[in-house]
């Protein structure tokens, strides 16, 4: 079973910024593609955005393209989200996982999956 750790989350404010960390253990990271998703309280896991395995390719939720980005750092074997803009609605748990990355990326694709990192943005 893969293992991830997310951290980077917090309370910001309105219009801030934070990066969450999705550090993987126990195997290579540049192998696989991995996703970002978050859950807000009596809402469904949604995806934010997948990195792929292959040439890195990236894909976005339409409610966070141009404000986050998704990015990876082989050598320390971790998955960045670079969250800016941040508004209200960005209110979550966000998680990582592995997974297929592709345009309709879905969450009953992916498996292993983080504890989550707790993301608050005060209006």
């Known amino acids: 079973q893969l293992q991830f750790v997310e951290s980077g989350g917090g309370l910001v404010q309105f219009g801030g910024s934070l990066r969450l960390s999705c550090a993987a253990s126990?195997?290579?990271?540049?192998?696989?593609?991995i996703g970002w998703f978050r859950q807000a309280p009596g809402k469904e896991r949604e995806g934010v955005s997948c990195?792929?395995?292959?040439?890195?390719?990236?894909y976005y939720a339409d409610s966070v393209k141009g404000r986050f980005t998704i990015s990876r750092d082989n050598a320390k074997n971790t998955v960045y989200l670079q969250m800016n803009s941040l508004k209200p609605e960005d209110t979550a748990v966000y998680y990582c996982?592995?997974?297929?990355?592709?345009?309709?990326?879905?969450?009953?694709?992916?498996?292993?999956w983080g504890q989550g990192t707790q993301v608050n943005v005060s209006s």
């Open positions: 126990g195997f290579t990271l540049d192998n696989y593609s």
């Open positions: 996982a592995v997974g297929p990355c592709w345009l309709g990326f879905l969450p009953d694709e992916y498996a292993d």
């Open positions: 990195i792929s395995s292959v040439d890195d390719i990236t």
